[in-house]
């Protein structure tokens, strides 16, 4: 993958997804950058590499590899658009009679016309720290990123085959 101006992308690399999972959610990625357009592939030995669709300030830089963050020429073929970072953590389905998890969630919405209603509901049940994002244009999909969402939606949204998935 090649910048505009002809140089390779700088990615960074995180030992693992779990590694990617705590980098999102300790705060050590900016949210700013967390919610942009990014390129995401699998590197060596469980390796998560993600290139950021701009370019990142050097102090972030810093810490990130302070943190044990590499930072990599490009990504190998095969990389993938994602529209935000933790779209590059693969989703696995819960235990059966496991608890649901708490704090951070993403919503998929194969059907981007039920976003509105389903983020409105969030809010009706007291949920209100939702962020929505809609797929580039020719596709339908969006994403709904909530905080703490209420039980209820999540319950319905993990155990739906269709529709709006958590």
């Known amino acids: 993958m090649r910048a505009q101006n002809g140089n390779k992308t700088k990615a960074l690399g995180f030992e693992s997804e779990e590694a990617l999972r705590v980098a999102l959610t300790s705060g050590l990625i900016p949210p700013e950058l967390q919610e942009a357009a990014a390129h995401a592939a699998a590197g060596e030995d469980r390796e998560i590499l993600v290139a950021p669709g701009a370019p990142l300030a050097d ?26 970072w933790a779209e590059a953590i693969s989703v696995s389905r819960a235990a059966e009679g496991s608890e649901p998890p708490s704090g951070l969630c993403l919503f998929l919405l194969p059907d981007g016309a039920s976003t509105i209603a389903l983020a409105g509901e969030m809010l009706r049940l007291g949920c209100d720290r939702v962020h929505c994002s809609f797929e580039a244009a020719g596709s339908e999909q969006a994403l709904i ?10 319950a319905c949204a993990m155990e739906r085959e269709d529709g709006p998935r958590a």
Request: charge should be positive; proline fraction near 11%.
């Open 145 to 154: 990123r909530a905080i703490d969402p209420p039980y209820y939606t999540l």
């Open 59 to 84: 102090a972030t830089l810093r810490t990130l590899r302070k943190a044990g963050v590499r930072v990599v020429d490009g990504l190998p073929d095969g990389a993938r658009p994602v529209r935000c």
